[in-house]
């Protein structure tokens, strides 16, 4: 079931995005009148789910989800009309319009799909305000990985700043360092202040990590597993747990750490109930489990909860717009350079729609579709043929010189494009096959 809600949430998205880019693309072609033979979302190669025919457009939904297109007249694009090109420029068709209406036709849609993210921005921060956890607030320091062992950090440190710079949120720590290429990180460890290098090869460790810092937590008691021992033990919600067999255990990694050496033995665990400290003993299963989960750090640590009226949201819906749009960039640029070999990490459509809840959440979903919006403007802006970015950059250059490529040029260049493209996108779903069967 978790997957069928991934999957249709991953599906609403893209084709909420696919719509309003090609629409971007549609809007300006007819507001200098140039027809529009073709509206589709998906691709149809031979056959169609379903189609219609309005006016002079064709307007349909094909069978491979990936992505979609609005065909042009006048213009060599993915269909390869060669037929079309070889006739004289009709005054309807794009090639026959003039080069900055033909400049704005080819950025419509990645104009449409940055806009289409800060309108949704806006509208999650005006509904539900926005809700983070300030670094200030982790008040009992963090927990580390052995790669954060091995740069120097340790649990229960806390951290005050990257490069000098004060860190706000405590969940962009690792993304900070990833994406600036930080040199330290300023701590405090046991009330005196440390600086940490960052090592040079930990930018392209962390790009290949899941961890490496979390919030330390003290253990109360979440809930219970179904037919574990503790469910029958005694032990109750918020009661949080404080020793195995008289070794104190304050925080949630010195339990995990503690009752991983009492694997098939009945061991005693103490606990902090109001003002008392009860115990019980209970039998600990082969995998070092007795069937309990922490409460979220949520309950007990001051998260910061910012509420917008409609006037507010509209700005700080650009913002958060502008600087997702720049953390994407850095990141773009991670890929492309090979000492961080972030390439490996690229993934396709299965990375894609792990990304969605596996519950239906509105506020994650718009996020993710507001985020993917910003995503495809900037894939679809990249100067390669066969993408929107590829017109652009032979529009400019036709503006330029005052000389336009020739349509063998083009048709050749679009070819080439298209072969990239496909390259790109096996190698990106190969990624994620790759990971499927090596996790």
Known sequence: MEIL????????????????????????AKLFKTRVEKFYLFFNPWFSLFKFKKGETEYGMGWIPLGGYVKIS???????????????AQPYEFRAKKSWQRLLI??????????????????????????????NNVEYGIVVDSLAHDMGLRNGDKIISIDNNKVDDFHQIMLDIVLD??????????????????????????LHSNGFIDVRIPFYIGG???????EKSGLKLKDRLIAINGNPTEYYDEFSNSIANCKNKLTSFSVLRDKDTLNFDIQVSEEGMIGVYAEHYANFLNLEKINYSLMASVPAGIDKGIETFKSYLKQLKLIFSPKTEAYKSLGGFITIGKIFPGTWNWQAFWNLT?????????????????????????????????????????????????VLLLALLIFANGNDIFKLFNK
């Open 5 to 28: 809600i991934k999957t249709g949430q991953f599906l609403l998205s893209i084709s909420i995005l696919v719509v309003l880019h090609e629409f971007g693309h549609f809007a300006f």
């Open 74 to 88: 006048g213009m060599i694009d993915e269909s390869m009309d060669k037929e079309q090109m070889k006739q004289p």
């Open 106 to 135: 080819m950025l419509g849609g990645v104009m449409v799909n940055f806009v289409t993210a800060l309108v949704i921005y806006s509208a999650v921060l005006y509904t539900w305000g926005d809700q983070y956890l300030p670094n």
């Open 181 to 206: 290429d930080s040199k330290t990180v300023q701590i405090k460890r046991s009330g005196e202040n440390m600086e940490i290098p960052v090592p040079e090869t930990l930018r392209k460790q962390l």
């Open 224 to 230: 219970f597993v179904k037919d574990f021992p503790a």
């Open 370 to 418: 507001a985020f993917l919006s910003i995503i495809l403007a900037i894939m679809n802006v990249l100067p390669i043929p066969a993408l929107d970015g590829g017109h652009v950059m032979f529009l400019l250059y036709e503006m330029i010189t005052g000389r336009k490529p020739s349509d063998k040029f083009l048709e050749y260049a679009q070819i080439a494009g298209m």
